[in-house]
């Protein structure tokens, strides 16, 4: 049957030349000076009305939420990146994501000695995120993600979905039937 | 060319809504010389504006106005402001429908001499036999080329459902097949055959599937006695001293109101808007609401038993690559009460793509058991559940005492709780929804809960005796001589079946009916 080559099209070396970011940054996200890059400078977001640190633990927490491991950050990064510009726009949303991300940050202190970002094992996040989750915070970024991960259609590939099909003829010859292994 | 009424023009018939039941019964009306004005809450959007984009089509054509929910079943909690996913716009819940059209069994229409007296269910037997509706279900699925009927082959099976029937046939399951179809497998009509697109949920691209938007409509507005006017939103049905309906008034896009005069009213707003408005034009003469004499308006809201199961298997399946309904297993569809409940229910396929399986397959879910089922989305297969639910008198659409829409009319409460029969039912079909799916090796299956519903039934329902119900067995309101009821709302009970060939067979004999009674002087 016709099958899909679910492997990622852009590497990540192409995507740090085209984003024109410094190879800055060893484990993990780092944040400062106004951008948010990822590991060996991957990529990078410049922020400009919430913290760096903040857009950069909601990163890490969008992943945490939603894990792929075979989505490199970029597509995490795009499902949350317009926040910052809503944050701008509405000093409620700010307010929103500074304090749901600081209190996450508080707990994640008193439990683990270390901020949410620093919290070594992705199973001692989550249970952080559990006792958040059925709070508007966590509920709002969990709502939102729902839709702005999976209808990116630049991650439909990966996940072996082929989108419209309509513009192509549908698939009345192009595999509706095709499966050979029953 | 599409007739223009004038406003006061007391000899049209009026029908509110232009999908199944309205998009069949105007047109019909119509090609009998009667003069008719639809009135459509929704936009007009034709092929060309329809796109392979499922949020997008959401977007554009869903009911998205304010609606509240209350009661116990999971739909409350998922999608509090969502109790349906149905359309607005011409063609109504047509444009998104999977074109399922099976008729109703015989023992179907008499639930409560069937079913016996169910503690908790408001049973009752339809005022009408499958033998008095198998000439007009003929003439529905002749209109709507429903495939294994009229000598129309069924349409070619997709990987969905050739997993379906290899599991089935391990089961040993005998009625299992692509299903009887309202999409052309071969050019008919004027339209020609499916091109295997997917996307059944947002509006068929290729117009093989029947939908009153492109089919009747057209055909009827071209006898030029039919005028659909779109984005006219009725807020009120209005009566004279006699009791008898004398027009609506309706909201124009701009929210400017007018009022249509109308020789009879003919309701088919689906479940929810057509209770609403009843309810919403309660006057001196109806203090409970119009033709609610009997108290029934809005209540025995029935939803169909839901819910579907997803598998992951070890190698691809890509089930969202072609007709996404065109599969089913019947065997379970009889009344076997061994099986711990009354009534049955059916398996169909049915597939979603990636941007709704993430928004459906676990509503709320997250973190690994939900992601990693979502990482083997092109291995998955699926199927929808959909069975007999119990009508009870307390699954209600009711008025909101303070929430109002945009024209300061109270939006509409939906109130649901799972009977215990719908429970059970429910249990037996993840139960075998699954086994269908081991049997040919699946890795990991997901007893998926129910989404919004597409299905909404009961508001208004049929009775015998006007204290029983709503309507009568024509749909005509047991209380106003010249109203209607021309939707879904009229199901007594709901059955197995997908109920849009039962909505378009009812259409067509109420048309019959008004032009009798018109011809006779009573109407």
């Known amino acids: 049957m016709r099958v899909l080559d679910k492997r990622e099209k852009v590497s990540r070396r192409g995507f740090l030349k085209r984003s024109g970011a410094a190879a800055v940054g060893l484990i993990g996200l780092s944040a400062g000076a106004g951008m948010v890059t990822g590991p060996n400078g991957a990529w990078a977001l410049e922020v400009k009305n919430l913290k760096p640190e903040t857009m950069a633990t909601l990163i890490q927490m969008a992943r945490d939420i939603y894990p792929h491991d075979r989505l490199s950050d970029k597509y995490y990064v795009a499902a949350v990146s317009g926040y910052d510009a809503q944050?701008?726009?509405?000093?409620?949303?700010?307010?929103?994501?500074?304090?749901?991300?600081g209190a996450l940050d508080t707990m994640a202190m008193a439990q683990h000695g270390v901020g949410y970002m620093k919290v070594g094992w992705e199973e001692d996040r989550v249970a952080l995120l559990k006792?958040?989750?059925?709070?508007g915070f966590f509920q709002t970024i969990r709502g939102g993600l729902v839709v702005s991960i999976y209808n990116n259609?630049?991650?439909?590939p990966l996940f072996g979905y082929e989108g419209a099909s309509a513009e192509k003829g549908g698939y009345i010859a192009r595999g509706f039937d095709d499966i050979d292994w029953l | 060319m599409a007739a223009p009424y004038d406003l006061n023009d007391d000899s049209v018939v009026v029908v509110i809504g232009s999908g199944a039941g309205g998009g069949t019964l105007g047109p019909e009306l119509a090609k009998k010389g009667i003069d008719t004005v639809i009135l459509e809450a929704g936009g007009r959007h034709e092929i060309e504006d329809f796109s392979n984009d499922e949020w997008g089509m959401f977007g554009q054509i869903s009911w998205l106005d304010k609606r509240t929910t209350s009661g116990s079943w999971r739909v409350a909690k998922d999608f509090s402001g969502l109790p349906a996913w149905i359309v607005k716009a011409?063609?109504?819940?047509?444009?998104?429908?999977?074109?399922?059209?099976?008729?109703?069994?015989?023992?179907?229409?008499?639930?409560?001499t069937e079913y016996g007296d169910v503690p908790g269910a408001n049973l009752l037997d339809w005022p009408i036999t499958l033998k008095e509706m198998e000439p007009y279900y003929d003439r529905a699925e002749d209109m709507m080329g429903v495939t294994r009927t009229h000598n129309i082959p069924g349409l070619p099976g997709n990987n969905n459902f050739k997993v379906m029937k290899a599991g089935a046939d391990k089961l040993g399951y005998k009625e299992c097949h692509t299903g009887r179809m309202a999409i052309n497998s071969e050019p008919r009509d004027g339209r020609g055959s499916c091109q295997q697109i997917g996307f059944c949920f947002q509006g068929c691209k290729s117009g093989a599937k029947w939908s009153p938007l492109y089919t009747e409509i057209p055909?009827?507005?071209?006898?030029?006695?039919?005028e659909v006017r779109a984005n006219a939103q009725v807020i009120k049905i209005e009566h004279d001293d006699s009791g008898k309906v004398s027009g609506v008034v309706y909201a124009d896009k701009d929210g400017n109101q007018h009022r249509q005069k109308a020789r009879a009213v003919c309701l088919a707003g689906n479940s929810f808007e057509s209770p609403r408005l009843l309810l919403n034009s309660a006057s001196s003469m109806f203090p409970d609401g119009l033709g609610n004499s009997s108290g029934q308006v809005g209540k025995n809201y029935m939803r169909h038993m839901t819910g579907s199961v997803y598998a992951v298997f070890d190698k691809p399946v890509n089930m969202y690559r072609g007709t996404t309904m065109a599969g089913i297993i019947q065997d379970e569809s009889v009344n076997d009460p061994s099986r711990g409940f009354v009534g049955g229910y059916e398996m169909e396929t049915l597939s979603l793509g990636l941007p709704?399986?993430?928004?459906?397959?676990?509503?709320?879910?997250?973190?690994?058991s939900f992601t990693g089922a979502m990482d083997m989305y092109d291995h998955m297969a699926g199927m929808w559940l959909v069975g007999e639910d119990m009508p009870q008198e307390s699954n209600a659409v009711t008025l909101h005492p303070t929430e109002k829409d945009q024209f300061g009319m109270p939006v509409p409460n939906v109130h649901f709780d799972d009977h215990p029969n719908d429970v059970a039912m429910r249990n037996h079909a993840y139960q075998q929804g699954s086994a269908v799916y081991d049997a040919v090796g699946a890795t990991r299956t997901f007893p998926t809960p129910p989404y919004p519903s597409t299905h909404?039934?009961?508001?208004?329902?049929?009775?015998a005796k006007a204290r029983d119900g709503v309507v009568d067995k024509w749909g005509k309101s047991h209380d106003v001589p010249n109203l209607f009821v021309s939707d879904g709302s009229v199901f007594t009970t709901g059955a197995s079946e997908n109920p849009t060939l039962t909505i378009v067979s009812l259409a067509i004999r109420q048309a019959d009916y008004i032009a009798d009674q018109m011809s006779k002087g009573n109407l």
């Open chain 1, 153 to 156: 259609p630049e991650v439909w």
């Open chain 1, 131 to 135: 006792q958040i989750e059925d709070g």
């Open chain 2, 219 to 226: 055909e009827g507005e071209d006898t030029g006695k039919l």
């Open chain 2, 456 to 463: 909404n039934l009961g508001t208004n329902r049929m009775s």
């Open chain 1, 87 to 101: 944050a701008g726009d509405d000093a409620g949303v700010k307010d929103m994501i500074e304090g749901g991300i």
């Open chain 2, 90 to 112: 011409v063609g109504g819940s047509t444009v998104h429908w999977a074109g399922a059209s099976l008729r109703f069994q015989e023992h179907e229409f008499r639930g409560l």
């Open chain 2, 356 to 368: 709704f399986m993430g928004a459906f397959l676990d509503p709320g879910a997250w973190g690994r």
